[in-house]
T-cell receptor
Framework: GAVVSQHPSWVICKSGTSVKIECRSL??????MFWYRQFPKQSLMLMAT?????????EQGVEKDKFLINHASLTLSTLTVTSAHPEDSSFYIC??????????????FGPGTRLTVL | AQKITQTQPGMFVQEKEAVTLDCTYD???????LFWYKQPSSGEMIFLIY??????QNATEGRYSLNFQKARKSANLVISASQLGDSAMYFC???????????????FGTGTLLAVQP
C-alpha cells in the first residue's frame, strides 16, 4: 500500500522554541493532507486539513498562528509548532490521500511524531 | 454533525477466538464511508477495512469483517481467530459524503483497546 513518512519520529525541545514536522507521501501524489493530534490513551483529533497550494483549514479551537501548516507540493506538508509549550507535548500524526473526497478513497497515515516540550 | 461512538474502552479475548468491537455512528449524510484502523503500541495507524453506506454486502478482509447494520447505524468489527499480534487499539472512523467544495474529514471514535490472551 501507499506509504506516508514523517520526520522526525520523536523530538524533545525546550519551551519557547519552534519545531517543524515533515510529512511526505512516498509513492503517490497527495492532494489533501491532514494533521491529527493524539494525547495518551485518547483518540485522534483533527487539527487541520491542507490542500496543495492553498491555505490550510483549521478545526475549531486550533490556533492557526501556533500550528503553521504548509502544503507546498503534492508530496510534502509541514507542521510547525511555534513557541512550543509543555501542553503542546503530544503525538502528531499526518495523513494523506489522493483524488477527490468521498467513496473508498483510502487515507494513509504516517507513523507519527512524538513531541515532548520541556 | 457527525459522531462516532465506541462504548468499549477495553476488551479481552482468548487467542483463536472471535471478538466483536462495537461502533455506532450518527450522520445526516446519505452517502458516507466507515473505516476501521488498528493502532499498535508503535503508534502507526493501520487501515483494516472499509464499508460504504450503499454497499449491500458486509465488507470482509481476511480475518476482519464488518457487521454493517445501516438502520441501527452500527458498524461493528469482527476479528476471527484472534492472534496475539492483534493486541492493539482499534478505532472506528467515518467520512461523510461529498458536498460541493467541502473537504471530507475522517473523524474517529475514542477507540477500543483489545488484549489477546494466550
Amino acid at each position: 500500500g501507499a506509504v506516508v513518512s514523517q520526520h522526525p519520529s520523536w523530538v524533545i525541545c525546550k519551551s519557547g522554541t519552534s519545531v517543524k514536522i515533515e510529512c511526505r507521501s512516498l509513492d503517490f501524489q497527495a492532494t489533501t493532507m491532514f494533521w491529527y493530534r493524539q494525547f495518551p490513551k485518547q483518540s485522534l483529533m483533527l487539527m487541520a486539513t491542507s490542500n496543495e497550494g492553498s491555505k490550510a483549514t483549521y478545526e475549531q479551537g486550533v490556533e492557526k498562528d501556533k500550528f503553521l501548516i504548509n502544503h507546498a507540493s503534492l508530496t510534502l506538508s509541514t507542521l510547525t509548532v511555534t513557541s512550543a509549550h509543555p501542553e503542546d507535548s503530544s503525538f502528531y500524526i499526518c495523513s494523506a490521500r489522493s483524488g477527490l473526497a468521498g467513496g473508498q478513497v483510502t487515507q494513509y497515515f504516517g507513523p507519527g511524531t512524538r513531541l515532548t516540550v520541556l | 454533525a457527525q459522531k462516532i461512538t465506541q462504548t468499549q474502552p477495553g476488551m479481552f479475548v482468548q487467542e483463536k477466538e472471535a471478538v466483536t468491537l462495537d461502533c455506532t455512528y450518527d450522520t445526516s449524510d446519505q452517502s458516507y464511508g466507515l473505516f476501521w484502523y488498528k493502532q499498535p503500541s508503535s503508534g502507526e495507524m493501520i487501515f483494516l477495512i472499509y464499508q460504504g453506506s450503499y454497499d449491500e454486502q458486509n465488507a470482509t478482509e481476511g480475518r476482519y469483517s464488518l457487521n454493517f447494520q445501516k438502520a441501527r447505524k452500527s458498524a461493528n468489527l469482527v476479528i476471527s481467530a484472534s492472534q496475539l499480534g492483534d493486541s492493539a487499539m482499534y478505532f472506528c472512523a467515518m467520512r461523510g459524503g461529498w458536498r460541493g467544495g467541502a473537504t471530507n474529514k475522517l473523524i474517529f471514535g475514542t477507540g477500543t483497546l483489545l488484549a489477546v490472551q494466550p
